[in-house]
């Protein structure tokens, strides 16, 4: 256990609904990223925060996905009309100052 | 484009051999290097980072970094049936990684 913990662990929606999931990083981590992994994939990039600052998104971010980190504690990320590509594990990660990142047990989402 | 490549394996090793884990990546401006185990199901655990050339060693593990080949590998000595899983090599660009596809390791009894 790194210490990041993320909400839920499962997820199944219908396709078209909205989802909302909670990353909770370690306590004096100031960065915080998203990534979305798919079978065979390495995790891709979403977006990342330092502090309540959300710093960069990737073009993977439509307009459908919105995150935020209000207070710059825990962060939340929305995936709004869901499809059945956006089924995937969502991982989050935070990190001090320094570069190594620790990642959180992941929310499974299933769109179906 | 930011490309980390890894071949995808599955790579088999009989227990207690070396199990040799490879990682080229585009982007000269990475300073950091990561490798990060994970399970079946599981998210990545971070096993080992390197910042500068040469070898790093730590327990069964050691990080070998080359960044004029833009090259850097991971050797696992007596390799056990736990160390099966997926390899993902992990450079930085920035405050941010970018992520190989991974190798998966089996290691046979």
């Known amino acids: 256990d790194t210490g990041v913990s993320q909400d839920p662990r499962h997820k199944i929606t219908k396709r078209g609904q909205n989802v909302t999931f909670r990353c909770d990083p370690i306590s004096e981590h100031n960065r915080l990223y998203w990534y979305r992994q798919t079978l065979g994939q390495g995790p891709e990039f979403l977006t990342y925060?330092?502090?309540?600052?959300?710093?960069?998104k990737s073009r993977l971010l439509s307009d459908r996905f919105s995150a935020e980190r209000p207070k710059g504690s825990f962060s939340t990320l929305e995936i709004q009309r869901t499809e059945q590509g956006d089924s995937a594990m969502y991982l989050c990660?935070?990190?001090?100052?320094?570069?190594?990142?620790?990642f959180g047990q992941g929310t499974r989402l299933t769109v179906v | 484009q930011k490309e980390v490549e890894q071949n995808s394996g599955p790579l088999s090793v009989p227990e207690g051999a070396i199990a040799s884990l490879n990682c080229t990546y585009s982007d000269r401006g990475s300073q950091s290097f990561f490798w990060y185990r994970q399970y079946s199901g599981k998210s990545p655990e971070l096993i080992m980072s390197?910042?500068?050339?040469g070898d790093k060693e730590d327990g069964r593990f050691t990080a070998q970094l080359n960044k004029a080949s833009q090259y850097v590998s991971l050797l696992i000595r007596d390799s056990q049936p736990s160390d099966s899983a997926t390899y993902l090599c992990?450079?930085?660009?920035?405050?941010?990684?970018?992520f190989g596809p991974g190798t998966r390791l089996s290691v046979l009894p």
């Open positions: 390197i910042y500068s050339n």
């Open positions: 990660a935070s990190n001090p100052e320094g570069p190594e990142a620790f």
């Open positions: 925060f330092q502090n309540e600052a959300q710093l960069e």
């Open positions: 992990a450079p930085n660009y920035g405050q941010n990684f970018v």
